[in-house]
T-cell receptor, first 114, second 113 residues
């Protein structure tokens, strides 16, 4: 158990809909990362938050947004969903947002868009 | 830009065989290098890491050496077990302070008894 909790584990929704994925980082970790894992693109970094502030942005679509709350949990919002958004979405957390500290990954949310 | 290329597999070995999974990278400056492992139905776990040239990361019998001259970080294990069956990802963390990881596409390893 990594200590990172993601909910829900599975999500099935229709095209055009909006969903929210939730992540609770390990106790004491200030930094949260979101990654998308798909068969064709592999693991892609989406966005990073550190102590409530956006720290880095990767290949995140404009239809996607995220935030980190004062209690440090994070949510990833996906809107106007398309079939191609079907993927496994991972959250990871680490103590700091810089340097080489280890990132701990949750078990992921599997999103299926039908 | 930063990128990681690893042999995609799948790789199938018999128990106690020698394992090598090749990984090369492209990066400006000197990144940190990682191997992550993903067991079925689970998230990624850090297997080992190296933060500077010639460092050797090791864990659970796995090893990888940071080779600056060949921009490589190949994963090796002398004797694999059935329990090593998983997907292995090579990754780098770009220099400059961010911890965002750039991953290779993953190599699926199956070890048969």
């Amino acid at each position: 158990d990594s200590g990172v909790t993601q909910t829900p584990k599975h999500l099935i929704t229709a095209t055009g809909q909006r969903v929210t994925l939730r992540c609770s980082p390990r106790s004491g970790d200030l930094s949260v990362y979101w990654y998308q894992q798909s068969l064709d693109q592999g693991l892609q970094f989406l966005i990073q938050y550190y102590n409530g502030e956006e720290r880095a942005k990767g290949n995140i679509l404009e239809r996607f947004s995220a935030q980190q709350f004062p209690d440090l949990h994070s949510e990833l919002n996906l809107s106007s969903l398309e079939l191609g958004d079907s993927a496994l979405y991972f959250c990871a957390s680490s103590v700091t947002g810089t340097g080489n500290t280890e990132a701990f990954f949750g078990q992921g949310t599997r999103l299926t868009v039908v | 830009g930063n990128s990681v290329t690893q042999m995609e597999g799948p790789v199938t070995l018999s128990e106690e065989a020698f394992l090598t999974i090749n990984c090369t990278y492209t990066a400006t400056g000197y990144p940190s290098l990682f191997w992550y492992v993903q067991y079925p139905g689970e998230g990624l776990q850090l297997l080992l890491k190296a933060t500077k040239a010639d460092d050797k990361g090791s864990n659970k019998g796995f090893e990888a050496t940071y080779r600056k001259e060949t921009t490589s970080f190949h994963l090796e294990k002398g004797s694999v077990q059935v329990s090593d069956s998983a997907v292995y990802f090579c990754a780098l963390s770009p220099p400059g302070g961010s911890e965002k990881l750039v991953f290779g596409k993953g190599t699926k390893l199956t070890v048969n008894p």
